[in-house]
């Protein structure tokens, strides 16, 4: 993707928008800051741009002229893809995408994708031990606190990017492609952003849209809509329960945490070895470890 010399707008000076700003800037794009609130409501991180003299900050609504000159449109995830800036721009010609898919076209190496309503960190962060653990060049970040945007710089052809993903991110990937996807779970949340929970369904399920059979999509077998999800998808699934034995996934079977293929089973851990409590943390576990052997 081409930056230098392109007029970029960001929507949004939260910690994404700003890391984005300081990316896009850095590589030649004429940006823009934008962000409804008043400047005295921004954080130092933002204003410091300005210091910096490479991005300019704009304060309050967006006029039509600008729009009419943007060539991209980075959104940040707490700004509404329906919001009228957005649609105008989209109109007047320009690209929309979100911190997220602009991340994703400068990553090297491969991704792990994490959604769902609840467990996303606790989840994220343990498939980041374990492939520290095992040996490989891995980074985190995403809605776990680090802007996806400020790892492309550190990412490696040979390496994993384990990146939590929420709902709002997620509305405005276009190419983004996670070598592993996983959904933990969908219960109703953020009911002031989705109409129903099918459409905040919707937007968690596009974590697999571009995804092949060359990748995988883990799923939570305990979860009604989640699980039914798996037929439609064009990536090898894997399953994983704490309700029942499966025939093949990761189940918790007493106290033991077991993975079953066609070629045989084995017990990966126990839960008197975890130190998370708790149900929906073996759950997580449960998730982590399928993640683990998808890496290889």
Wanted: glycine residues 10%; hydrophobic residues 45%.
């Amino acid at each position: 993707m081409e930056l230098d010399g392109k007029k970029v707008l960001v929507i949004g000076a939260g910690r994404s928008g700003v890391a984005a700003s300081r990316f896009m800037a850095a590589r030649g794009a004429l940006v823009v800051l934008n962000d409804r609130k008043e400047f005295i409501d921004w954080s130092n991180d933002a204003l410091a741009l300005k210091g910096e003299g490479v991005v300019k900050l704009l304060a309050g609504d967006v006029p039509s002229w600008l729009l009419d000159q943007m060539e991209l449109v980075v959104v940040s995830p707490g700004v509404p893809t329906k919001s009228i800036p957005v649609r105008y721009a989209e109109r007047a010609g320009a690209e929309v995408i979100g911190e997220v898919e602009l991340a994703w076209r400068f990553l090297r190496g491969r991704v792990v994708g994490i959604t769902g309503t609840n467990g996303k960190t606790t989840t994220t962060t343990l498939i980041g031990e374990l492939l520290k653990d095992a040996g490989l060049p891995v980074q985190v970040g995403g809605n776990i606190g680090t802007p996806l945007i400020s790892l492309a710089e550190t990412s490696r052809e040979d390496g994993w990017t384990v990146v939590e993903l929420s709902s709002y991110q997620l509305e405005t990937i276009k190419e983004f492609r996670p070598t592993v996807a996983i959904v933990l779970n969908l219960m109703p949340d953020h009911m002031d952003r989705y109409e129903t929970l099918a459409d905040y369904g919707a937007a968690k399920h596009r974590i697999f849209r571009n995804q092949t059979a060359a990748d995988v999509a883990i799923l939570n077998a305990d979860d009604s809509v989640v699980s039914s999800w798996a037929s439609g998808l064009e990536a090898h699934v894997v399953m994983f329960s704490t309700a029942r034995e499966l025939d093949e996934g990761l189940f918790l079977r007493g106290r033991e945490l077991v993975a079953r293929t066609w070629s045989g089973e084995r017990t990966l851990a126990t839960r008197d070895e975890m130190q998370l409590k708790g149900l929906h943390n073996v759950q997580n576990t449960l998730a982590a470890l399928a993640a683990g052997l998808a890496c290889g």
